[in-house]
């Protein structure tokens, strides 16, 4: 999943000398336009520096929720497998959108 869902920007975070108070990062994550379901990823405390040590709290999974039917609306084939003859000459393949419904949506075949 790296860099689908979020942009990887890590960096260093420093305490100054007698400093103790928490510092955060952030983790910008992307709104895509893809179906892809819950997905997750892990950050690790890596290369300490000064006297200190990684603790044993030193990774940390992040799930990412999808949010495709919330807000947003997707086209599927209504069904996975299509067949038919060659006569008749035509074959009706049907799509169909869910989600939300909200606005005006297309979708190329």
Known sequence: MANLD???????????????????IIIDLINDALLEGDGTFTIQLLETSGSSVP????????????????????????TVLYSGTESPESLNVSVERF???????SVRI
């Not at 799930?63 to 807000?71: A, L, M, P, W, Y």
């Open 6 to 24: 979020f942009i990887n920007n890590f960096g260093v975070l420093t305490w100054e000398d007698g400093e103790s108070a928490d510092k955060t």
């Open 55 to 78: 603790g044993q709290n030193n990774f940390q999974s992040i799930t990412v929720q999808d949010n495709k039917g919330e807000s947003q609306s997707w086209f599927e084939f209504s």
């Open 99 to 105: 989600g939300d419904g909200v606005g005006r949506a």
